[in-house]
């Protein structure tokens, strides 16, 4: 019932934006956090991942054996059921993409390992100033007496930005 209502949604999204862009042509339909969900007509599709696909299913199948420990067999195998119809869902998203930005280096060889074509696939790191950013030495993460939590680094104050 939920997939066939969560289709509907995506259905409609579709439809609206296929209008809007014979309205006024769009340049790319840009996904971000999943694959292309959907298609339209003339429009280029662009996913900006989260993180690869299958990086998720592989960390709970490297920690089944304590998760089965902790939760029970049943969780486990309801995750791999989850996750696989998620990977098929993943691969057709992706399959529907002109381009593919992910976050780092390490995520485009595992989205190429999904079985993206390489060409297709870019890498653009995030942009964090990692002097800015960094972990202060000997301080474990948390918020502080002065109110700064010092596991983003060195200012995480609004009126330090202002």
């Known amino acids: 019932m939920e997939d066939w209502i969560y289709r509907r949604h995506l259905e409609a999204i579709a439809r609206r934006v296929a209008e809007r862009h014979r309205q006024q042509p769009y340049d790319v339909l840009l996904f971000l956090g999943v694959g292309a969900q959907f298609e339209v007509a ?41 996750y696989r119809h998620r990977q098929r869902v993943a691969r057709r998203e992706l399959a529907r993409c002109r381009a593919v930005i992910c976050g780092s280096e390490w995520s485009r060889q595992h989205v190429i390992a999904f079985g993206v074509p390489a060409e297709r696939v870019f890498a653009l790191p995030y942009p964090f100033d990692l002097e800015l950013f960094r972990p202060e030495p000997n301080v474990p993460p948390s918020i502080r007496a002065d109110g700064r939590s010092s596991g983003w680094g060195a200012s995480t104050r609004a009126s330090d930005w202002i």
């Open 42 to 82: 003339g429009l280029p599709a662009v996913a900006w991942l989260q993180g690869p696909p299958q990086t998720e299913w592989q960390a709970i199948h490297r920690l089944r054996h304590r998760l089965i420990e902790l939760s029970g067999r049943m969780l486990y195998w309801k995750l791999r059921v989850f």
